[in-house]
């Protein structure tokens, strides 16, 4: 498991304190939104940039990896997340589509978005000793919120440290190239 700072463990207080004050619709394609972002990053940093462009067509919107559930699925093919962070972004990214696509009246409260949070898990290090989480978990949309900040936490610890991993990568194609 990744340490996480004092600083990443306040990102996520307040991720949830600014979520938690948002209508449900609007605290679901907030959070799905920030998740897509990082994944972005972390495809950004990770992918070999075409030849003089700092970014790839690849992530555009149109692109081939340009949404969410695509870029959760090649994140996951590539190794860079674990299987429970796939399945639990994987919820997270229905629930968003939910409220993204569905007509007034969506709830966390209500089915099928409740039994879908329902299933989410909250990693026991984001509810040590935060007593704001603990007090709310009840909730579906606490649960919610906590596992995606939770997500974008760890995705956030990624995208931090996988320019290691590239530089690793450019080295090696470096080499081979000059052969």
Known sequence: MANFSKEQIEYINSMFQELGDEKDRAAAVLLGAEID?????????????EKGKTSSHLLNTDGPLGTLASRIEIVYRLGIISPLLHKEIHLLRKIRNHFAHSGAGASFDKPP??????????????????????????TGKAKFILSGAAAIGLLTHIANNINKVKEHAVEIVAKESSK
């Open 37 to 49: 972002r990082v994944l972005g990053d972390i495809l950004n940093a990770y992918l070999l940039p």
């Open 113 to 138: 978005i409740s039994d879908i949070a329902g299933c989410l898990h909250i990693p026991q290090w984001v509810l040590d000793g935060n007593i704001v989480a603990q007090k709310y978990i009840t």
